[in-house]
T-cell receptor, first 115, second 111 residues
């Protein structure tokens, strides 16, 4: 079946502009996660959605970052007034449920470059 | 706060060798531990998930072990092949809502 998909695959934007990244999880997966990977660094957790519960936003680095999810489907990550330090690969993952024994399945990522 | 460390950071081996990648974590109260591979410019591929109650999981030439009390996991790759060249990431789930990743081991298998 279809895996996690993300769009766009690449995005170049000017400093100060807003960007919106999209994630389509695997159908039936109730949990959805956003991570980012800056060049030469490890993956950092950003935000987590589980069903209709309030999202866990504890990883968002600033109030310029926000995310929404419509039910148990598509999610969008929005970065306002982008800065150069926002340049990274943004990865989305989904899982059937939260925690054990559910594996997280990752999308191919969106490479964001802020010039 | 959970911290995950992977050793070595990079490893180069000739084809056919068996090898072990190491992962350690500071907080043993985990739900599960996952091993992933990441190819350049691509997303992560899940290799194995070990639940906190399990000691090991096997998939083909891969075997992952978990010693929760000592905060360690190993990924054993048997009879390595050039196609195994990638970055291997270890990640732990402490709270059922996020993964904490190690820095990865960059593996090169030379023909």
């Amino acid at each position: 079946g279809a895996g996690v998909s993300q769009s766009p695959s690449n995005k170049v934007t000017e400093k100060g502009k807003d960007v919106e990244l999209r994630c389509d999880p695997i159908s039936g997966h109730t949990a959805l996660y956003w991570y980012r990977q800056r060049l030469g660094q490890g993956l950092e957790f950003l935000i987590y959605f589980q069903g209709n519960s309030a999202p866990d936003k504890s990883g968002l680095p600033s109030d310029r970052f926000s995310a929404e999810r419509t039910g148990e489907s598509v999610s969008t990550l929005t970065i306002q007034r982008t800065q150069q330090e926002d340049s990274a690969v943004y990865l989305c993952a989904s899982s059937l449920g939260a925690g054990s024994p559910y594996e997280q399945y990752f999308g191919p990522g969106t490479r964001l470059t802020v010039t | 706060k959970q911290e995950v460390t992977q050793i070595p950071a990079a490893l180069s081996v000739p084809e056919g060798e068996n090898l072990v990648l190491n992962c350690s974590f500071t907080d043993s109260a985990i739900y599960n531990l996952q091993w992933f591979r990441q190819d350049p410019g691509k997303g992560l591929t899940s290799l194995l998930l070990i639940q906190s109650s399990q000691r090991e999981q096997t998939s083909g030439r891969l075997n992952a072990s978990l010693d929760k009390s000592s905060g360690r996991s190993t990924l054993y790759i048997a009879a390595s092949q050039p196609g195994d060249s990638a970055t291997y990431l270890c990640a732990v789930d402490n709270a059922g809502n996020m993964l904490t990743f190690g820095g990865g081991t960059r593996l090169m298998v030379k023909p």
